[in-house]
């Protein structure tokens, strides 16, 4: 197996593969996800023609992109992939589970031989011989062989029975061409990148027809090739044709012997035969795109141009750089917020221009604002589409069977939020799969049918987004619950709500699993969980109903940048709410607020007694005069409850940029973060979850 190749070029000018390097990885795995979703998807019994070749475009990638930059294990392990996917996808053999289970393993494998690559070859090789064996036997129309993995091997013995690949002469037709430069950068290339072979020109310079020839003598593949000078020429004018006699071209050269009309591959768009076929030239290689006006292939008809696919309208631009962009129209924001307190204390009359135009600059910059944020903004599907391939196996671990289901999967939530939500909802279908679906034959003794039912949902709801884990499983048990509590030494009386049981579950090193396995256990790790989406801004909600199953609930802001915000006041300081957890706010008398247990105070609502937390005094901020009187609360709701905040004022609402108080300070309880006012001024953004912690206790 190959290291990584070295990326230092041979002399000062010359060309440098590695700039190119996160690109491939970054496609490359794209592909391989793509095609183990597609893997999981295929229907056995009639797979759809399209899904297969794009199965197979996959993997044709993979091994062009490992060719061009010489990781030849990469190359190798999806050479064969390639040939079991092209049997496939010609119908020369129907798909089995066998051959599904070899091509994920394979997609497992070659993840980590490019992980491996992206870290400079450092690590282990990963031996796939075993994975190549089982391909071949079933490209061979042999028995499914037994299911392999591939194996970590600190020397890797090579292939005995590898074959040397044959060294062939290839003529070469650029053009045609006004530049000689791309040409002239082919020819260097092949000088610089050891082991594609040697270059030379067949024509003096450059031709009257504006083509240029070479001729080639290599190992690699026309496919290879092709993907190499890709970076040079397009492909359309590029032509390859073995060197010999008796050879031509398709391009309708004068003197071109006649040759059997070529079989089309509709996947890929070259012109393809069988090398040795009785009555047919050897094999040829041409790029086909849209055919020129009065070509033979526009007379006919036969091929239109493929449309352009969604990959073409994409740009790739870094996080580093979306994120100063971020940050950017955060200050402008703030920017537009100082301008408007000043001009509020203008005559609207005197300067009606200017009133104007800053009513246009707001608009526009919450027009650019909600843009910008947008390019942050990915589909749900990003994370549910790792779930299918682990659900699959764990079930078939537990000996389980498990149908996944995905709702909204194109609601959208901030990539930060994204990354940082996968391990936890990960943890959460684990656990359902693991304790709450049962096995076939308990769900069939409860006329349950065999196979559970675990869906993975998301929806925006007002501000948030709401993510749902549901199973069709056992549930909870309430007397379990209770029971475990109690021998923790965690006061659990029976006068508790459900709702307060099931949350029995989020505490430390809580767990009802009689059996720890390597799996997971409901509730091991589920404090973990919380913390993690708590510091998120979010909430966990559980509903549960023994012997039908259980509910999961997750509710997240949509972004941490920029959020719509409540200010208040308090005393002479301003703080924010975030908006999307304010319930209502209202002005009482001091004297409806009632004491009891000595120090814990509440206000009647409605027919629901509120706890009330006086932020003048969780905070420390002195008073001034009479404020006893005609007090306002503001109802916000966090974690399932609700709370009353007392408070002096309410100043309005706006939108705040939100600025990461710890790292640029320390932590404060009770403060989620901080943003600068209009004014200029720092006001803190609460953490309404704490505040209502706090009440409750």
């Known amino acids: 197996m190959s290291e990584t190749p070295s990326s230092t070029p041979s002399s000062g000018d010359a060309f ?40 197979f475009r996959c993997a044709h990638s993979v091994k062009g992109g490992a060719a061009t930059f ?35 393993q394979s997609g497992d494998a070659l993840k980590a031989q490019l992980a491996r690559h992206q870290a400079g070859g450092a690590g282990d090789s990963i031996d796939t011989s075993a994975l190549q064996r089982d391909i071949a036997a079933l490209s061979s129309g042999k028995p499914a062989p037994a299911r392999s993995a591939p194996v970590v091997a600190t020397h890797a013995a090579p292939a005995a029975a590898a074959a040397e690949p044959a060294t062939r002469q290839l003529e070469m037709r650029i053009g045609p061409l006004d530049d000689l430069a791309p040409a002239d950068n082919l020819v260097e290339m092949f ?3 050891a082991g594609l072979g040697s270059i030379e020109p067949l024509d003096g310079g450059q031709a009257a027809d504006g083509m240029r020839r070479f001729k080639i003598v290599t190992t690699s593949s026309d496919d290879d090739l ?18 010999g006699p008796g050879y031509g071209f398709h391009s309708g050269s004068p003197g071109a012997p006649a040759e059997a009309e070529p079989e089309v591959d509709a996947s890929f768009g070259f012109f393809e035969n069988a090398p040795g ?107 549910f589409s790792r779930f299918p391939r682990m659900l699959r196996d764990l079930a078939s671990k537990l000996g389980k069977k498990v149908e996944f289901v995905t709702e909204g999967e194109a609601t959208e939530l901030d990539k930060g939020l994204v990354e940082k939500i996968t391990d936890p909802l990960t943890h959460l279908v684990r656990n359902s799969c693991d304790h709450g679906i049962e096995l076939p034959a308990e769900r069939a003794a409860r006329g349950k049918v065999e196979a559970g039912t675990i869906t993975l949902a998301a929806a925006h709801q007002g501000g948030s987004i709401l ?45 009802t ?54 200010s208040i006041a308090v005393g002479c300081e301003c703080y924010i709410l ?9 002005q009482i008398r001091h004297d409806t607020v009632k004491t009891i247990g000595g120090s814990g105070r509440v206000v009647h609502v409605r027919g629901e007694y509120m706890p009330v937390v006086a932020l003048d005094e969780v905070f420390g901020v002195p008073r001034f005069g009479d404020t006893n009187d005609n007090a306002v609360v503001v109802v916000v709701e966090a974690e399932g409850q609700r709370a009353a905040l007392l408070v002096d004022a309410l100043l309005g609402q706006q939108q705040v940029v939100v600025k990461n108080l710890e790292s640029n300070y320390r932590r404060v309880a009770g403060v989620a973060g901080a943003t600068i006012m209009g004014n200029g001024h720092v006001a803190l953004i609460l953490d309404v979850g704490a505040l209502a912690r706090r009440a409750r206790h």
């Open 513 to 566: 699993a009689e059996v720890v396995t390597d799996v997971s256990g409901r509730g091991v790790g589920m404090d973990v969980v919380k913390k993690n989406i708590t510091a998120l801004g979010g909430t966990v909600e559980i509903e549960s109903a023994e012997g039908c199953g259980m509910v999961v609930r997750v509710r997240l802001p949509l972004t941490l940048a920029i959020m719509d915000g409540m």
């Open 467 to 511: 993510i749902e884990v549901r199973d069709d499983g056992k549930g909870l048990s309430r007397p379990k619950l209770l029971a475990k509590a109690r021998e923790r030494g965690i006061d659990a009386p029976d006068s508790m709500t459900d709702a307060e049981v099931w949350n029995l579950i989020l505490a430390p090193g809580f767990s």
């Open 277 to 383: 076929a009785p009555g047919t030239a050897p094999a040829v290689t041409a790029v086909v795109v849209a055919p020129a006006p009065g070509s033979r292939a526009a007379a006919t008809g036969s091929r239109p141009a493929a449309p352009a696919t969604a990959e073409a309208a994409t740009l790739r631009v870094s996080v580093e750089r979306i994120d100063q962009l971020i940050n950017l129209v955060g200050e402008l924001v703030i920017t537009q917020a100082m301008l408007a307190e000043t001009s509020a204390k203008l005559d609207p009359a005197l300067y009606q221009r200017m009133a104007v135009g800053l009513a246009d600059l707001n608009r526009n910059t919450r027009s650019l604002q909600e843009s910008v944020m947008s390019i942050r903004m990915i589909p749900m599907s990003m994370v």
């Open 226 to 243: 092709l993907d190499l000078f890709t970076f040079h020429v397009s492909r359309e004018k590029v032509l390859l044709t073995p060197l």
């Open 70 to 104: 010489g990781f030849s294990d990469v190359a190798e392990l999806t050479h064969h992939m390639e040939t079991l996917l092209d049997k496939l996808r010609r119908h020369e053999l129907e798909p089995t589970p066998s051959m599904v289970e070899v091509l994920l």
């Open 191 to 193: 000088s610089e990148i």
């Open 578 to 586: 975030p908006l999307s957890s304010v319930v209502e706010s209202f």
């Open 16 to 55: 440098d593969l590695s700039q190119f390097y996160q690109v491939f990885f970054e496609e490359a795995g794209e592909n391989l996800e793509r095609m183990e979703q597609q893997l999981l998807a295929v229907d056995l019994a009639s797979a759809d023609d399209e899904v297969l070749n794009s199965i």
